[in-house]
């Protein structure tokens, strides 16, 4: 065999093994990480928790019960209960509703999926506290699905802050992208009720991030 014959036959076989070796999937270890990040309320914060009894007639309705009367509403029962007590005179929201904020954010990030951020970073937490002003009584008039006018009697939070902690994956995500698609959520989106993202199109739940 000649020497160029040799030589051929040889880049053929290097070639050969390069294909195969890229068959294979190469899957690399996550790269997890967090970054500890503060986020202040531009405007008040609206709380509507999902009551227990809101939840029970939903249960009685999916399984055929009988509706019972309403009788008389107690507006301050519906404030607390419009909350989520931790305890000790504190309270706190639920840690998806910036995850949710955050994914809702991409819409206004070229580049940026839903599909890929749901699985590229996480909020850390349950409820994550409120830190600010005591909450006050909030009375809105609101419009029914039927057309008809009801009130609601929320807690409101006139200034306010919260502490996240965030595990992100850097082989998909940036500590930057993070920050930046957190403070997009902030102007654009919100958290808690009259947000801008609702159909209201109120700056209400609106937040702006600061280093923690």
């Known amino acids: 065999m000649t020497r160029a014959a040799k030589s051929t036959k040889t880049a053929v076989t290097k ?55 309403k009788g008389k509403r107690d507006p301050k029962q519906e404030f607390m209960d419009s909350m989520y007590p931790l305890g000790r005179g504190k309270y706190g929201i639920p840690a ?43 009375t809105d008039v ?25 595990r992100y994956n850097a082989n998909v995500v940036s500590v930057e992208q993070i920050m930046n698609l957190l403070a997009t959520a902030g102007f654009s989106v919100g958290v808690g009720e009259r947000r801008p993202e609702q159909k209201s199109g109120d700056s209400f739940g609106t937040f702006d991030v600061e280093a923690a």
């Open 96 to 138: 998806t509703a910036f995850k949710g904020a955050m994914i809702s954010a991409c819409r206004f990030v070229d580049g940026m999926k839903m599909t890929l951020a749901r699985g590229a970073f996480f909020v850390v937490g349950d409820l994550l506290e409120i830190k600010g002003t005591k909450p006050t009584m909030r």
């Open 15 to 69: 070639e050969t093994k390069t294909k195969e070796r890229a068959t294979g999937i190469v899957i690399p270890k996550p790269d997890i990480r967090v970054v500890k990040v503060k986020v202040k309320g531009v405007m008040p914060l609206i709380c509507h928790k999902f009551s227990a009894k809101a939840q029970k007639q939903i249960e009685d309705k999916q399984q055929q019960k009988g509706k019972q009367a």
């Open 142 to 166: 609101v419009r029914l699905p039927n057309g008809s006018a009801d009130m609601r009697y929320r807690g409101e939070f006139k200034t306010w802050g919260i502490a996240l902690v965030i």
